[in-house]
């Protein structure tokens, strides 16, 4: 037997993805740059979707580098994350998909926007309460509350990513590149929630070690990619969702 | 000229990927340091575990300078590009080269010797994670409708050009960057060097010299930047319009 194989393989270390590592870099770094940019666009054009849209970049650019910074993937396992990196950042997972949808609806109607920004802030504070009761293991069953709380929210703010923009005035593309996003954001979001609920019953996500798990993590930092990079083209791309930059003057396309 | 909206995302997001490239080839350089250099790798036992370094010690020897000057040339590389250079686009695209061919030689030489087999980690790894990064890089690069977004963009005026206050600062960002990576890499760093319970990783000086010099020359730039600035006022952000600055 070679040393190699006796060496235990943790699925959950983002070293046994080489290739994703780079990928999610650039993921963080564009997120940065490109939340800094729409606050500047904020604060000229005070736009409520292009704020609640520099939150979303921003929190992706903590929730991947943080993954980064921990070497483990573990704030993907949300509410069974083990390790405190993980735990606190697995707060952004409702958060994200909720700003990017609520800022969309902002750009539909404000009063829609309103409510569904009060949507996910409580339904993102029922997660971490919960997943904080689950955390304590007095009922472990907590953490599967905290789970459906946050399927709740990142299917609902997916199904909205995937619909409004298709409803826009103007030309599809590249303003649907946001309900491709929003496709890719589902998968990432549904293949991580079955393993998570099938956790609940089988002992933890620790014990997938081996199974599903090390497939999907060789796939999932590629999707992240996919539907970050789409709706950051969708964003700042297009005329559409009125991203403007301070003293800066663009050539519009026809 | 005037960037159009895709054109100015294409070029940031495009930026990002050279600042991460800079970052994997500078943490490669860290990592192939002690090998290549230290003088107790080529006595046993470690002569033994990286007898092909020892082998092929000039190739890796060549292979880490270039890798420490392609780091760092990415800063310039980002600088041509936001400052109007001429040749940004071949400049950059002849230092993925260079370090992808400086990063695929040793990645070979290491994967390829029988040594790995026996060891718990594969040791050409690391240099596959630069080399990787580069031929994105290539690639990307190569690809019509950004090659067009680019050059566009480096040829293109913008707030940067001919200020040095500002270039100063905006470079002191690229090298805080490379701080803050060389900080993080003493962390994520020593946990992938666990080898049957005891922590191979011995680069916690060099990295952490590499982290404070490149802060102080961030620290530098910033305050030189702030003062000078003081002499010649800053102006707008990114204009791509003449003489709007």
Redesign the interface.
């Known amino acids: 037997m ?3 194989d ?2 235990p393989f943790d699925v959950w270390a983002i ?1 046994n993805y ?2 994703t ?2 990928f999610l ?2 993921v963080a ?2 997120a940065l ?2 939340g800094m ?1 729409l606050f ?1 666009s904020y604060l000229k054009t005070r736009n409520k979707s292009q704020l609640l849209w520099t939150f979303g970049f921003l929190g992706i650019f903590v929730f991947y580098h943080t993954l ?4 483990s993937l573990e704030a993907l396992a949300g509410a069974f994350s083990t390790s405190m990196f993980g735990l606190q950042t697995a707060l952004l997972l409702p958060l994200i998909p909720g700003l990017f949808a609520a800022g969309l609806c902002y750009d539909k109607d404000e009063k829609l926007g309103k409510s569904y920004t009060i949507f996910t802030i409580i339904f993102s504070l029922g997660y971490l309460i919960m997943q904080l009761m689950g955390n304590t293991g007095v009922v472990p069953k907590y953490d599967l509350i905290a789970t459906i709380f946050l399927i709740l929210v990142q299917l609902i703010s997916a199904i909205i990513i995937i619909a409004l923009p298709l409803k826009k005035e103007g030309p599809l593309f ?1 303003k649907n590149l946001l309900t491709i996003g929003g496709i890719f954001m589902l998968a990432t979001n549904i293949m991580m929630s079955i393993q998570m609920i099938t956790a609940t019953y089988s002992g933890g996500l620790r014990a997938a070690d081996g199974g599903t798990l090390d497939i999907m993590f060789a796939i999932i930092p590629f999707f992240i990619t996919i539907y970050i ?1 789409c709706f ?2 969708a964003i ?4 559409e969702f009125g ?1 403007e ?9 026809k | 000229m005037k960037l159009k909206r895709n054109e100015f995302t294409t070029s940031f997001v495009v930026l990002a990927l050279f600042a991460v490239t800079a970052a994997l080839t500078l943490l490669s350089a860290y990592g192939a340091v002690c090998v290549t250099w230290d003088p107790k790798y080529s006595e046993p036992p470690f002569s033994m575990a990286f007898a092909y370094v020892m082998e092929n010690l000039v190739v890796f020897r060549i292979a880490n300078i270039i890798t420490w000057l392609g780091a760092l040339f990415w800063g310039y590389v980002i600088f041509a590009f936001l400052t109007q250079r001429k040749g940004a686009y071949i400049m950059a695209l002849l230092t993925a080269i260079v370090s992808f061919a400086a990063g695929l030689v040793p990645a070979l030489i290491s994967d390829l010797s029988k040594v790995n087999e026996e060891t718990p980690f594969s040791i050409g790894s690391p240099h596959w994670a630069r080399t990787f990064a580069n031929l994105l890089v290539i690639i990307v690069l190569l690809i019509p409708p950004v090659r067009r977004s680019v050059v566009k963009f480096a040829s293109t005026e913008n707030r940067f050009t001919g200020n040095i206050a500002k270039q100063l600062m905006m470079m002191s960002l690229f090298f805080f960057w490379l701080s803050m990576i060389s900080f993080l890499g003493t962390n994520f760093m020593a946990s992938a060097h666990v080898i049957s319970g005891f922590n191979y990783w011995q680069l916690v000086e060099i990295q952490s010299l590499g982290a404070y010099t490149t802060s102080i020359i961030g620290v530098s730039m910033l305050g030189g930047g702030f003062i000078l600035k003081h002499f010649k006022p800053a102006n707008s952000l990114i204009t791509s319009v003449e003489g709007n600055h």
Request: proline share 8%.
């Open positions: 070679l040393l190699r006796a060496a070293s080489r290739w590592e780079p870099w650039i770094l564009a740059f490109m940019f500047a980064l910074a921990s070497e590249p990079l950051i083209y700042f791309g297009t005329k991203f930059i301070p003293h800066v003057e663009f050539e519009e396309e």
